[in-house]
C-alpha cells in the first residue's frame, strides 16, 4: 500500500469516529463534505491539538477547531456549570480529551486493523499559524462543518518514494 493511501485510509476511520462522537456523544449535527484534500500548507484555527501515531505507522494527526465549536464541545464535556475564570483551562483539556477519543477508536480501523500502533498524548496550542508541507511529507485533510464552526482533521506523513 502506497503511504498516500495510508494516509487516507487512517483520516477515513479518523472522521467515521469523529461522526460518531459528534452526533452520539456531544449532540452536535456535524458533516462531512465528503472530500479528502491533499493539502501544501494548512490554515490552522483558533485552537489545535495534534497527536503522533507511531510505532507501524508514523503520522502526526492534528485536529483544529473553530472557537465557538470547542466552547460548545467544552461545556457539553463538562458537568455542571463552568465559570468563566475556568474555561480556558478547560477548554485546552476538552480539546486534547476529545482529539484522543477520536484517534483512540479510530486505530481499530486503520490499516493492518491498528496492531503495532500507538499514540503519543495530545498537546494543545493556541494562535498557530500554518503548517507547510516539507520535501518528502503528505498532508490529507478532511473538514467538518457545525451550526458552531469547523473542526479540521489532518494528517501528516511521508510520502516520499511512492
Known sequence: MKNSEI???VLTAIVYRAE?????EMK????FDGEFR??????????????????SINLLFYVSYNELLLEKLTRAFSYGKIHESELAELRESAAGEIANMILGHAVND???????????PPVTVEDAKS???TNGNGIMTAVFSTP??????????LIKGE
Open 7 to 9: 494516509l487516507k485510509e
Open 131 to 133: 503548517i507547510l508541507k
Open 110 to 120: 486503520f490499516p493492518n486493523r491498528g496492531k503495532g500502533v500507538t499514540i503519543t
Open 28 to 31: 452536535i449535527e456535524a458533516k
Open 20 to 24: 460518531l462522537f459528534m452526533t452520539d
Open 148 to 157: 458552531y464552526g469547523n473542526m479540521e482533521f489532518n494528517v501528516i506523513g
Open 38 to 55: 491533499s493539502m501544501e500548507k494548512i490554515e490552522l484555527k483558533k485552537y489545535t491539538t495534534t497527536i503522533g501515531i507511531g510505532g
